[in-house]
């Protein structure tokens, strides 16, 4: 069965800092991986979607990159700013059609 | 396009009560879930379907029944309120394994 962990739970840093998410798997078939952001009382809005057979992809500020072979992923953020406070979940793409969630790691980037 | 819309907002039931929520997407996409977000947590996936007229279990579908008779509607049925069941729902749709776009969320209150 897919379980898939982020760590840590919840990260407090100061503006301007560089900063990694992480996410494991413990399935390495999978189809894709994809990071999403949260905001308190909001749906999830989606941030990157690598596919399996990528390593990284980036979007502005945010780099995932996806190693399957050790069932781990990261989000890099760069030069944090304090509207980036929110929950980033990561989550798995299985055979048959499910996405597989983490806990999510509740970021607070303080001014 | 509106995306994935979902009602109601929030809504408060009695114990034993049945209830509807509503999912609409105008994305023409194949793929529609129903997630349950309890609070500190990841989402779990409730039910899913493929396609008009296909519709699976997921991790947690016990008490919910589903239907999808349009590619658009995908309705949750909540047919014995139980206060296990207070949570956020979340409604989402995707074409295959692409990114999945979701709703705003229903807050739902069992009491």
């Known amino acids: 069965k897919q379980e898939v962990t982020q760590i840590p739970a919840a990260l407090s840093v100061p503006e301007g800092e560089n900063l990694v998410l992480n996410c494991s798997f413990t399935?390495?078939?999978?189809?894709?991986l994809q990071w999403f952001r949260q905001d308190p009382g909001k749906g999830l809005t989606s941030l990157l979607l690598?596919?399996?057979?990528?390593r990284e992809q980036t979007s502005g500020r945010l780099n995932a990159s996806l190693d399957k072979s050790s069932g781990r992923s990261t989000l890099y953020i760069a030069a944090s700013q304090p509207g980036d406070s929110a929950t980033y979940l990561c989550?798995?793409?299985?055979?048959?059609?499910?996405?597989?969630f983490g806990q999510g790691t509740e970021l607070s980037v303080k001014p | 396009n509106a995306g994935v819309t979902q009602t109601p907002k929030f809504r408060i039931l009695k114990i034993g009560q049945s209830m509807t929520l509503q999912c609409t997407q105008d994305?023409?996409?194949?793929?529609m879930y129903w997630y349950r977000q309890d609070p500190g947590m990841g989402l779990k996936l409730i039910y899913y379907?493929?396609?008009?007229?296909?519709?699976d279990k997921g991790e947690v579908p016990n008490g919910y029944n589903v239907s999808r008779s349009t590619t658009e509607d995908f309705p949750l049925r909540l047919e014995l309120a139980a206060p296990s069941q207070t949570s956020v729902y979340f409604c989402?749709?995707?074409?295959?394994?692409?990114?999945?776009?979701f709703g705003p969320g229903t807050r739902l209150l069992v009491l």
């Open positions: 994305m023409n996409h194949n793929y």
């Open positions: 989550a798995v793409y299985n055979q048959g059609g499910k996405l597989i």
């Open positions: 690598i596919q399996s057979s990528q």
């Open positions: 989402a749709s995707t074409w295959g394994s692409e990114t999945q776009y």
């Open positions: 399935d390495s078939a999978i189809y894709n």
């Open positions: 379907s493929v396609g008009a007229g296909i519709t």
